[in-house]
C-alpha cells in the first residue's frame, strides 16, 4: 500500500467528463489512487469490498471511453459500484455509505444520473441494457448501454433469457462479463468451468488463425502499441463459441487489470460495434489489498476495518447469531435424519450452509445464483423422498416464487423453507429487506409459515420443520444476533399452528409474529408503571393461525394489537380475517395491526429502520394507550 492520503489526479476528477483529457498513464496512476480511495472509505463505513476492488480499472476504462451519464453502465451485482460512485460525483460523501441518509450501497436511480438502473439483486444488467438500448431506437434517451456482469451473476437463468433475446434483436449493446471467478462464494457449476477453459488454453491461437466475427472489429494495428494489439488479439480469438452462438460478437479473455489492454479494446469497439458484443474480463477480487485477496471470501462483505492489518471491528455478542443456531440445529437434525439434505443459492456463508457443509458434503448442494432451479430443485428432492432444507435469504425467495406456487405448493411436497433476513436488514436497504415472506407465502394453501421469537424457539421451528412431512413448511429468523435466551440442548417440535402465552395481563392484548415479541415486552415493562399489564403472546404461525388462541385473547380483552415485521396483508391481515368471519368486531373489540410501512425503508441501522418504522417498543406502548383511550395522557407525561 502506498500513501493513501496523496490522490492527485483524483483529486482533478470531479466527474466522468474530467478524465477525458487524462493521457493513458494518468488513467493508470487515477486507477491506483481510486483503489486506496476505496479501501480507505470501506475501513470507514464497513461494505462491500472484494467486489469494488475488482473492477477498479474496469471502471476507470469505462468511464474514460464512454460518454457517461448519456452512455448508461449497469453494474451487476451493484456492490461493484463503490469506485464508480466516487468517479461520479460522490467522492465528498463516500464515507457515508450504507448510513443512515447516506449514500446507499448499491446503484441507485434517486442518487445521481450516473446510476440509471439499481441492482441489488444479481443477473437484471443485460435485460435492463437491452431495454435502453431498443429504447435509444426507438427515439428514447440516446446513449450506448453497457453491462457490466458478475460471473457468479451469469448463472442465473435470467441472464441467459436476455442474452437470448439481445443476440436475437442485434441491437448494439456492450456486455462486459466480469470474470473473478467467484461470486460471494467460490464457483459452482458447468458455467464456471466453462468460462476457466476459455482462458486455461495455452498457447493462444495464432493471430492469422482468428476466427471472424469480433476480430473484425478491430482494424489492426491498434494506435497504442502494435506489440499489445498483437497480444490481445491472440487472445480474442479462443473459445467464445457459447456467446457466439447466441449471437454476440465475443472478445476474450483479456485482463481486467491491465489499462493498456483494456482502453484500446474499449474505444476499438464502441467506435466499430453495430451489434451486441461480449467482452471477457478477467480480474480479480479484492484485487490491490492482500486482507482482501487472502480471505476466503476476497472480502465480499465486511466491517469497518484497520486498513494497515485488515482487522475488522466485529462488536462482540454473548448471543449466537440466527444464522448460527440454524446451522447447528439443522446439523444436529440432520446426524439423527439422513434424508435431510441442505439447499443455497450461492450463499452457504450468509445461510450457515457452510457448517453443514463441512459435516454433510453429500447433502449439500450450492446451486449458484439461481433461486428458480433451487426451489425446484428441493421440490424434486422432496418428491424423491428427501427431506429438503431450501435455505434462501427472504428478498432472494422473491425470485423463485414462482416455483414456490407451482411446484411445491400446489403439489403439496415438504419443501422446508428456512427464510434467513427476515425483516428490516439495516444497511443493504429496501432491495435486501425482508419485507414481503409473509404476505406471499401466508396466501397459499397447505403452506405452513412460522417466525421465530427468539433464537430457542429458531431450534424448535427447525425441529418442526424436519418432523414435518405433510407440506410445504417455511420459518423465518432476521439478521444479526440473538436474544440471549438459555438454549434448549435440542429443539422440540411444536403443534402446528399453536402459539403460546408468553405474559398474561388484561384489557389488551398484544400477539407478536417474530422477533419483536422482545419489544412487546419491553413495551410492557414501561406500561406497568402506568398500571397497564397487558397480555402478551407469541402467535408463532401465521398460517395455519392459533385460531382458539386468538378467539380466546379478542373474548378476554378490550383490545387486540399483532406485531410483526412485515407488510400489510401478513399475519395481522389473516388475524383481522379471521375476527371478521368470527363476526368479533360486532362485539366491540378494538383490533390494530402493526407493520411495515407502505414504503420502501432506506438503509440505516436496523434498530434506527424499525424506529423509522414505528415497530419498537415505545411504538407498540403508544399504540396499547392510544386503543385504550389515553394517548392524551400519554403525551403529557412523554
Known sequence: MTDLTKTPILDR???PSDMK???DRELRQLADE???ETISAVSVTGGHLGAGLGVVELTVALHAVFDTPRDKIIWDVG???YPHKILTGRRDRIRTLRMGGGLAGFTKRAESPYDPFGAGHSSTSISAALGFAVARDLGGDPGDAVAVIGDGAMSAGMAFEALNNAGHLGKRLFVILNDNEMSIAPPVGALSSYLTSLYSRAPFQDLKAAAKGAVGLLPPPFQEGARRAKEMLKGMTIGGTLFEELGFSYIGPVDGHDLDQLLPLLRTVKSRATGPVLIHAVTKKGKGYAPAENAADRGHATAKFDMVTGVQAKAKSNAPSYTAVFARALIDEAGRDDRIVGITAAMPDGTGLKQFAERFP?????????EQHAVTFAAGLAAG??????AIYSTFLQRGYDQVVHDVAVQNLPVRFAIDRAGLVGQDGPTHAGAYDIAFLANLPGMVVMAAADEAELMHMVATAAAHDSGPIAFRFPRGEGTGVEMPERGQVLEIGKGRIVQQGKGVAILSFGTRLSEALKASESLAARGITPTVADARFAKPLDRDLILRLAA???ALITVEEGAVGGFGSHVAQLLADEGVFDSGLRFRSMVLP?????HDAPYAMYDTSALNAAHIEAKVLEVMGVAQLAGRTA
Do not use: N, Y
Request: aromatic share 8%; glycine share 8%.
Open 13 to 15: 476528477v470531479k466527474l
Open 21 to 23: 483529457t487524462l493521457s
Open 34 to 36: 481510486l483503489r486506496s
Open 79 to 81: 456492490h461493484q459500484c
Open 362 to 370: 453429500r447433502r449439500t448442494f450450492d446451486v449458484g445464483i439461481a
Open 385 to 390: 423422498g428427501m427431506k429438503p432444507f431450501c
Open 556 to 558: 378476554g380483552h378490550d
Open 598 to 602: 407502505d414504503r420502501f425503508v432506506d
